[in-house]
């Protein structure tokens, strides 16, 4: 596996999960965002986002142009992006949570009115939850990256960062697909956008508790 496929933290090279696809900032094609230094705070969060975008490119383009930023993007095929250092690159893409949190975007129009007919997102729900009040679903590639990106940040294979696997919108009562109050203040764990700031990541964060259950006996009911 060539520098270009690595998971970068603190400058070194790690290697993905299994079955994830990964191209890191080393990769001339791949811009990195340039946010602060963290400046040794602890990394102990991740925050999961839909872009209301359609491609990586596009996505790229309006964080640039509203100089923010992720630290990964997923694309419609389920390819993971990396734009910034986990450790070191503090990014503006969650409020209060930047400091300690690394971010996701994955590229959907979250919307079924920018579902274009030849997209590769087919599926769209009712929704409640979803501004609007109907949802596009992300692709199947993408779902399964998010779950595998997840998993993986959270576990001791990502040396350098300290994100335990605490369910920030679990409860008793089943999974937040909304605001969350525990949201309102920075506590170590894995996040949706849509629990403290826009409408978005809740499903995709859904997905990942699902599909790692087996993980989750340290997970936080709030």
Same mark, same amino acid.
């Given at each position: 596996?060539?520098?270009?496929?690595?998971?970068?933290?603190?400058?070194?090279?790690?290697?993905?999960?299994?079955?994830?696809?990964?191209?890191?900032?080393?990769? +001339?094609?791949?811009?990195?965002?340039?946010?602060?230094?963290?400046?040794?705070?602890?990394?102990?969060?991740?925050?999961?986002?839909?872009?209301?975008?359609?491609?990586?490119?596009?996505?790229?383009?309006?964080?640039?142009?509203?100089?923010?930023?992720?630290?990964?993007?997923?694309?419609?095929?389920?390819?993971?992006?990396?734009?910034?250092?986990?450790?070191?690159?503090?990014?503006?893409?969650? %409020?209060?949570?930047?400091? +300690?949190?690394?971010?996701?975007?994955?590229?959907?129009?979250?919307? +079924?009115?920018?579902?274009?007919?030849?997209? +590769?997102?087919?599926?769209?729900?009712?929704?409640?939850?979803?501004?609007?009040?109907?949802?596009?679903?992300?692709?199947?590639?993408?779902?399964?990256?998010?779950?595998?990106?997840?998993?993986?940040?959270?576990?001791?294979?990502?040396?350098?960062?300290?994100?335990?696997?605490?369910?920030?919108?679990?409860?008793?009562?089943?999974?937040?697909? %909304?605001?969350?109050?525990?949201?309102?203040?920075?506590?170590?764990?894995?996040?949706?956008?849509?629990?403290?700031?826009?409408?978005?990541?809740?499903?995709?964060?859904?997905?990942?508790?699902?599909?790692?259950?087996?993980?989750?006996?340290?997970?936080?009911?709030?």
């Amino acid at each position: 596996m060539n520098t270009y496929s690595k998971i970068v933290i603190n400058g070194n090279l790690l290697d993905p999960p299994e079955g994830l696809q990964v191209r890191n900032f080393h990769d +001339p094609v791949v811009p990195r965002f340039r946010g602060k230094n963290r400046c040794n705070t602890p990394v102990t969060e991740i925050i999961v986002h839909e872009t209301v975008t359609q491609s990586v490119e596009a996505t790229v383009r309006v964080l640039q142009r509203r100089k923010l930023g992720v630290h990964f993007i997923i694309g419609p095929n389920g390819e993971v992006t990396q734009h910034g250092d986990l450790a070191t690159d503090l990014l503006f893409h969650a %409020g209060f949570h930047n400091r +300690p949190s690394v971010g996701i975007e994955v590229v959907t129009p979250y919307y +079924p009115k920018y579902r274009k007919e030849d997209s +590769p997102w087919k599926d769209t729900i009712d929704a409640p939850w979803a501004h609007e009040g109907a949802y596009v679903v992300p692709t199947a590639a993408q779902a399964e990256a998010t779950a595998l990106l997840v998993d993986w940040l959270s576990s001791e294979k990502a040396e350098g960062l300290h994100i335990p696997k605490n369910w920030i919108g679990l409860c008793k009562k089943g999974m937040a697909l %909304g605001r969350v109050l525990a949201a309102k203040r920075r506590k170590p764990g894995i996040y949706a956008h849509h629990y403290f700031g826009h409408a978005d990541g809740a499903w995709l964060v859904m997905y990942c508790l699902v599909t790692l259950r087996r993980g989750t006996r340290h997970s936080t009911c709030v």
